[in-house]
Every structure is written in structure tokens, then in C-alpha cells.
């Protein structure tokens, strides 16, 4: 194990510029973290402004061509990327378990998620166009949806190959190209996506990938005088300092940011099912999840003997089986200083609050799922981002009062109702400040717009909304004469 660990270590992944491997202006490289063990993974170009340029000019040139190929051969296009996208599920997901120790299931659904974006968007793409505007037999007169030109993509280390195709396939498809720029911890798929999506026959320049840091990549990426728009997930700081650039720039921008999301569960609800949901806001990619539901919102007449069964639930789930580790060290040190903070506090969690002392998980980044009862709604554990396993209770009387407590949050980006009375779940739903609402576990898909309310960010991915979040309206107008 320790001599392949070593030799794994040793791989570099260089940028993917213009269609081919580059390898970074400075030529040094950074290193990563196996977070399922501890152990040095591959290493990634560091990147720095003369690449950034290098890619964004490769990109310029490419964007022309690929803008005025008919949507049918966009949409060709796309669909051979999906195809080679689940031709290299084994090397996809061997890159990501490597730098995020995801379970099998978990890797799974994200490859073929990925692979599902290119081919939802390479069909909404015959559907992608204008309208014409009724001024009188004397015009003709439409509008055209354009391209940007070159649009920056900015994704994080916890769905990396997910968000990297949830933001590429919809701007590709409205005829951009595109400069990705992957957390510096988790790259090597993003690079691995744009090389197999070269070798399916995407021209050269319209996918490009530059690794590196957000200072070194990401801030020079959004500043660059030919990057027309930008899309970034990520941390409300750099969403809010990624704002400034853009405002700055007068450049539009797609910002989704963190989440505090409830789940809202009232006594005549389907209790089993609402706590299979908890359970799996934890177990999902370890918690580290924005739109995750991390507020357990309970009707009091319910919510002790509720909690209980959530907590035994959770007890019996398994590092490596159930759940994987926490992605960075950063994240892992920073849930157990919530941890540290509640216990100051005065809160016990009812179950987990700590990482694993032993064993195999005791060797990486792993913390067990956790869950806090009763938590006070002006404490950090019921008001603070926790980008992990972790669920904090709060009990509510009624309808009001279910509502003031999932709005008393700085975010907006997802919530989920469990109630046996539809109206109400409806009427609560239409009520909630956040993007998304899903009631009684109805699935929210790609083909739903996903985006949030207040701190969680604005503009819109996927559904058919993305393609509008990509392209310009134009408007032509001509004069008939007369007859």
C-alpha cells in the first residue's frame, strides 16, 4: 500500500489549453490530500495569470466557429461528450474517489449526473432561440439569443466533476466557450473531462482547465478583459469578493453560495420517510453539500420521539459504506471547531460530535454524523454554514411558527416540507424565502432551476433557465417598405 501510495503520488496534471496538456508558465505543481487515508495524492499545476491568458485566448479564438455551427451540430457535439463521459465512468471516478473518498454510490450518481447534463442540454438546445415581436405588416422584427463569447467557470472541491458539467453543458450549448478554473484540491477530474470531451471530437479551445489557486487562477480569471461573464459556487466570501470584480467589470455573474437549509416535518407527516430524508442530508457526500437540509425543524408534539429514531439512524451508518470523509483538512478542523463551540455553549449533540478515535476512518478525514436537539435559534450550530455530517433539532408549535423559524436564516437556497396535509405543505412552500422547496420528497432533478434566495446567491443553473443564464437577447428589427 505505502509503495503505491508513493508511486500515485507521483502524477501530474498539467492545464488542458486549446485542445492539448500545458504545462504551467511557472512550472511548479501543487500538492493534494487523499482525505479517505491521509495519504499525498497527484499533484496539479499551479497556475498563475500567464496561463490564465493563454487559455482565455485559446478560448476567444475557438468561441466564433462553435457559435455559428447550427444547434444541431451544437447538440451532436454535446451528446458525444456524454457518451465519452460514461465511456470513462472507471477513470472518472477512480480521480474522484482518490481526492474526495466519496463511496461507490456517491461517485455513481455523480458520473452519471454528469454525463446526464450534456445530454439534458444538448436536447433543450433545439429549443434554445428567439421570438418574433408582432409591429405590423411593415417589420419583421425578432430577437436572437447569443453567446457571450468566453464565460469563466469557478467550481468547488465537494461535487468537483458534478458542478464543473452543471455549469459547462448549458454554456456550451448556448455557443460559448469556456475557461474552468477547479478547486486546487480536487482538479483532476475537471482536467480528465476536458481531455475525453477533446478526444469525442469538441473543438480545440471551446473547453479549457487552468489549476491553481483563487488567487493565482480564480481573481486573475474574473479580471481578464475578455471573460464576458462568469459562474461561480463557492463560499459567500469569494462569491461576495468574486460580486465586487464583476459589478467593477460590469460583467453578469452566477453566484451559488452557502446554505442553512430546513427540513420541515409536521406531526401528521409520513414519519418514516421524513427521517430517511434527514438521515440522507447527512449521509449525502458527508453533509458537504450547500443545498443539504441542516436544520431538523420538528412539530413539538413529535419532535422528541422523531429525533430519537433520526439519531439511531444515524448511529447506524458506516464510514467508507455510508458516508465518506471530509473533503480538506481545513473543513475537517473547522466541524470540529463547531463542535468545540457548542460544547462551550452548553449543547451536547445527541449523538456523534467528534471524529473516529479508531479504527480504519481514525486514519482519515472522518467525523461521525452528528445530531444536536434542541438548539437555540441564535447559536452558530442553528445559524452558521456546517459543511458536514451534521443535523441541529428545533421544535415548533404550528404553521407560524414554522415558517418564522425556516426564514430565520442569512440563506435562501433550498427547503423541504414533510406534512400529510397537502394544502398546507403548498401553502408553506409558496411562503419560504429560498429557491427550491420540495414537498414530501418529491424529487428535484436537473430539469428544475436551482438557485437561492438572499446570501445563497443569484442567477440560476440548470433547467432551461441555465441556457437563458448564457446567452444575450438581441432584438432585429427591419423595415418591409411598402408594398
Not at 204 to 212: A, M, P
Amino acid at each position: 500500500m505505502g509503495a503505491s501510495a508513493r508511486q500515485r503520488a507521483t502524477v501530474r496534471h498539467d492545464h488542458w489549453i486549446g485542445g492539448k496538456p500545458s504545462e504551467p508558465a511557472r512550472g511548479s505543481y501543487l500538492p493534494t490530500l487523499r482525505p479517505a487515508t491521509r495519504e499525498p495524492g497527484d499533484e496539479v499545476a499551479a497556475g498563475g495569470p500567464d496561463d490564465v491568458d493563454r487559455a482565455v485566448v485559446a478560448a476567444r479564438a475557438a468561441y466564433r466557429a462553435w457559435a455559428a455551427l447550427p444547434a444541431a451540430d451544437r447538440s451532436s457535439a454535446l451528446h458525444r461528450v456524454a457518451d465519452a463521459i460514461a465511456a470513462h465512468t472507471g477513470e472518472l471516478t477512480a480521480l474522484e474517489r482518490a481526492c474526495t473518498g466519496k463511496t461507490d454510490a456517491q461517485l455513481r450518481l455523480e458520473t452519471e449526473m454528469s454525463a446526464a447534463y450534456f445530454r439534458y442540454y444538448a436536447g433543450a438546445l433545439h429549443a434554445h432561440h428567439g421570438r418574433t415581436i408582432d409591429q405590423g405588416a411593415g417589420a419583421l422584427t425578432y430577437t436572437r439569443l447569443e453567446p457571450y463569447g468566453v464565460v469563466a467557470v469557478i467550481t468547488p472541491w465537494n461535487l468537483p466533476l458534478n458542478q464543473a458539467c452543471r455549469a459547462l453543458a448549458p454554456a456550451l450549448a448556448a455557443g460559448n466557450a469556456v475557461v474552468v478554473k477547479p478547486s486546487e484540491l480536487t482538479s483532476a477530474s475537471t482536467v480528465c473531462l476536458a481531455r475525453i470531451a477533446s478526444e469525442a471530437g469538441l473543438p480545440d479551445g471551446l473547453l479549457n482547465v487552468v489549476t491553481g489557486t483563487g488567487r493565482e487562477v480564480g481573481t486573475p480569471l474574473a479580471l481578464h478583459p475578455e471573460v464576458r461573464r462568469v459562474a461561480f459556487t463557492g463560499s459567500v466570501p469569494t462569491g461576495r469578493r468574486l460580486a465586487t470584480v464583476a459589478a467593477d467589470r460590469l460583467i453578469p455573474l452566477t453566484l451559488e453560495l452557502g446554505g442553512k437549509s430546513p427540513l420541515v416535518v409536521f406531526a401528521d407527516a409520513d414519519l418514516e420517510r421524513a427521517a430517511a430524508a434527514a438521515v440522507n442530508a447527512v449521509a449525502a457526500n458527508a453533509g458537504q453539500v450547500c443545498s443539504a437540509t441542516k436544520r431538523l425543524l420538528v412539530e413539538s408534539s413529535v419532535h422528541d420521539p422523531f429525533v430519537r429514531e433520526v439519531a439511531a439512524r444515524l448511529e447506524g451508518l458506516e464510514p467508507a459504506r455510508d458516508f465518506g470523509p471530509i473533503n480538506t483538512e481545513a473543513q475537517y478542523a473547522e466541524v470540529l471547531d463547531h463542535f468545540d463551540r457548542a460544547r462551550e455553549a452548553g449543547c451536547r449533540p445527541l449523538t456523534g460530535g467528534g471524529a473516529y478515535e479508531d479504527g480504519a476512518p481514525a486514519g482519515g478525514l472522518y467525523i461521525r454524523p452528528t445530531l444536536y436537539a434542541h438548539v437555540p435559534r441564535d447559536l452558530p450550530l442553528a445559524r452558521e454554514e456546517i459543511f458536514g455530517p451534521v443535523l441541529a433539532t428545533m421544535p415548533f408549535t404550528d404553521e407560524a411558527h414554522a415558517l418564522a423559524l425556516a426564514d430565520d436564516t442569512a440563506y435562501g437556497l433550498v427547503a423541504s416540507i414533510w406534512s400529510g396535509d397537502t394544502a398546507r405543505g403548498l401553502r408553506l412552500a409558496e411562503r419560504i424565502q429560498a429557491g427550491q422547496v420540495t414537498v414530501n420528497g418529491c424529487p428535484l432533478t436537473i430539469e428544475t432551476p436551482f438557485g437561492g434566495y438572499k446570501q445563497s446567491g443569484y442567477g440560476r443553473e440548470k433547467g432551461l433557465e441555465a441556457l437563458h443564464e448564457y446567452a444575450q437577447v438581441k432584438t432585429v428589427s427591419l423595415a418591409l417598405g411598402s408594398s
